[in-house]
């Protein structure tokens, strides 16, 4: 690991270790490998170890650790299941870690209104386990099982965001711990509201720097009468961007459709043992009734052969499609795999989708005049797209020519009107690019974080800095 | 109109005038016609009228105005065509009212990528009738023709709402000038960013309170290859509601799914000179390709068979489905004609859809023990409904009446975890329901309001109270 700047860190007063200890007994933690393990996630981020790790298990529990926070002045990081990858966990100011993986209780689900609410550490997978006898399910899938607290924090999406939306538009309320230790519950189960600012939206996203999210109300979706999958190799990756471009003006409701570059192919053949065609490849899914999935697999399948689609395979059978959707999940894993011990950086831009072809081609061609190995993979329903530098973070040379091509990629993507981050966030690894494409806005953001949080405790260094 | 209790007006200075007409010449006005004219909406709120009317034409003036303001103390009240129904557009404290129907320019559209800029003042009408030609529509769609910056500064949505969202779904991104001037852009045109906190979602729903919307950029879709409605004549109400229960739980993707009751049905007849069974009754919309409207009709068809439905009446002609729904938006007025000279109370409830038939029946059962007039319509997909008092505001006891009927009906609505307004927002009219339904998160919208506006200018005396 590289090392980060020496930064400020506030001393941890044996007081304040001693009030933590009385309200969490066993369950505040000093030990050296468990602040270690929270002080990295799943990124190229170095380690920055909180002071101590509070394991809460209740709102209420969340709320006394942040008073004692306030009081003695010391930074609260939340923690869910480490898997962000903009460095969100990392305590930069030192503090306390507040862990909410052991608030993993599903409070109520509601099939009749297609809601439920969870405690902030229940993850996505979990959550689609419990719901498994209703016919009912949670569709945002990041590809990590995370929890749903950080999801929300960070606005995740992935996969099924072209059909269902992301964090932002599947949250409708929560209880978020405030600065002081209040606890406010924001939104409420009303598909829609008009009553007063929208708190909820607000908090999504706000990466744990404006107060802890402890529980989460989100939507549900029927599972549909019919899915199918398919998936498609093309001549060029031109070929397969048009297809989605023209998928989305077509108005066909897809529920996946993400693309996977000949480089990226190519390490999920060796990784998964497969034998897909090592070029610009398209996967899709459909969701509907049996007639209806017929229909969108037809009118896309015609799409794809005008672009230069070479093979529509389309897949019903559950395992059939498992096996494909396993394969595109596992894209990140593959990707690193192709250097063992290396660590990914993954990149993050979203384009308008007209831009989407332009954005990739264009990133394409600084790669290769570059030595580094990069997998694309894409959410390209929405204009997002992942390149993987799978790097060795040792060597200050890949770093910087990693941040060399980064750089050139996000100050591209904002010439086209997109934006920094689809949907990983801005962690400590992109606040510079946040402050370029926010403009004047970015100071509006310090305003409000000053307003929530006047002593900047709350997941310092993060998002926005003072 | 029944007085309100006096309040506290800033008075405006000779130089505060001088400056403003230095600005605008005659596009500040002070004539009484104007400003009564602006002090009032489309409810029964009294009217308030500012101390002189702005007409602003683009962004820069809009922040010159509000800076003349902001250096004395004036109230800055944004106005759009006065269609709000909590009296929003009131001007509680006097000051200055910026008018921006005349910024009416629609400043760019990409077919590609489904996305519109447009100056604030542009109406949804006017929009929808300069894409005519490009195969995409704008489907927000809350009755009055509104400008679309106060339907973002509302949060305003409609019949459209149950497949399309509301404006929190359908806003990407705004301009917006703050309380001391400055000029911010908010969002972006990517269809999916997780770069820092949302303030765009903040906009929305602030009611001028923030700020003054003075541009946004709005999500467009496709029309639909094939657009065919319904309505079917129920023999009780609760039959009508659990058809729509039931249709949003099959996932069926109806586009419009409302509800008119008895009375509303006909008041309907009456205004519309039509002959509809007087009987609870669902209208429906279907957007899709041929075969899918159809299978949807079909399946709608079943359950509302299954629910008492009496003879579900299909129409895929434009000119039955024009006329169907010109009598369905004609509503509001077809009650008002009930009672000549009569104004309209229209209530605003949301709850979620398990709840949407007791909510209705029990309140039906208040209002018949009561002596007042109140048709019903509902946007029930997304279980949010209207009463329409029509009422004289000039007789204190039918006002008094219609309070207490109303105050039930949120009771009842927030009891049963919904919200006090689904679409038309706080105003001044609703402030009490908030905080109730707010609870303590309505002190940290009073911290946000005073983080962004500290003297309290940006349309005071609503949303939140300081």
């Given at each position: 690991m590289t090392a980060v700047a020496a930064r400020p860190r506030a001393a941890m007063s044996e007081q304040a270790l001693a009030e933590l200890k009385a309200l969490l007994g066993d369950r505040l933690s000093t030990a050296a490998a468990v602040r270690e393990q929270h002080g990295k996630?799943?990124?190229?981020h170095a380690v920055e170890a909180p002071d101590a790790v509070a394991f809460a298990l209740s709102t209420e529990e969340v709320s006394a650790v942040v008073k004692v926070c306030a009081r003695h002045k010391l930074p609260v990081v939340p923690f869910g299941t480490g898997t962000s990858l903009e460095g969100g966990v990392g305590a930069l100011a030192g503090g306390v870690c507040i862990d909410v993986s052991g608030m993993k209780e599903v409070l109520r689900v509601s099939t009749d209104d297609l809601d439920v609410t969870v405690q902030a550490g229940v993850t996505r997978k979990q959550l689609n386990e419990h719901l498994r006898d209703t016919g009912l399910f949670f569709p945002i899938d990041p590809g990590a099982d995370a929890s749903l607290g950080g999801m929300s924090a960070t606005r995740a999406s992935g996969t099924n965001a072209v059909r269902y939306g992301t964090m932002r538009e599947n949250v409708l309320g929560l209880t978020v711990v405030l600065a002081d230790g209040r606890i406010i519950r924001t939104g409420g189960r009303a598909r829609k509201s008009a009553a007063g600012y929208d708190l909820t939206r607000l908090f999504v996203g706000s990466e744990g720097t404006l107060g802890v999210i402890t529980e989460v109300t989100l939507r549900l979706y029927g599972i549909p009468e019919a899915i199918s999958s398919a998936v498609c190799a093309f001549t060029d990756i031109r070929g397969a961007v048009d297809t989605v471009i023209q998928t989305i003006q077509a108005g066909i409701p897809v529920a996946r459709i993400e693309l996977l570059d000949e480089v990226q192919m190519g390490a999920v053949n060796r990784y998964s043992k497969l034998s897909y065609a090592e070029a610009p490849t398209l996967f899709f899914e459909f969701h509907g009734t049996s007639a209806g999935v017929q229909e969108q697999a037809e009118m896309v399948s015609a799409l794809a052969a005008e672009n230069g689609g070479m093979d529509f395979q389309w897949a019903t059978r559950a395992e059939e499609r498992n096996a494909l959707w396993t394969a595109r999940h596992n894209a990140y894993y593959a990707a690193l795999a192709l250097r063992p011990g290396s660590r990914g950086w993954p990149t993050d831009v979203c384009v308008p989708i007209s831009r989407l072809a332009d954005c990739i081609i264009e990133t394409k061609r600084d790669l290769a005049q570059s030595t580094l190995l990069a997998p694309l993979v894409g959410h390209v329903g929405d204009g997002n797209f992942h390149l993987v530098y799978v790097i060795d973070p040792d060597r200050p040379e890949e770093m910087a020519e990693a941040k060399r091509l980064n750089d050139r990629m996000v100050d591209r993507a904002l010439a086209m009107g997109g934006t920094c981050t689809g949907e990983h966030g801005v962690g400590y690894g992109k606040i510079e690019f946040l402050a370029k494409e926010a403009g004047n806005a970015y100071a509006v953001m310090g305003e409000l974080k000053r307003a929530f949080d006047p002593d900047n405790l709350m997941n310092p260094g993060k998002v926005v800095r003072l």
């Open positions: 996630d799943e990124s190229y």
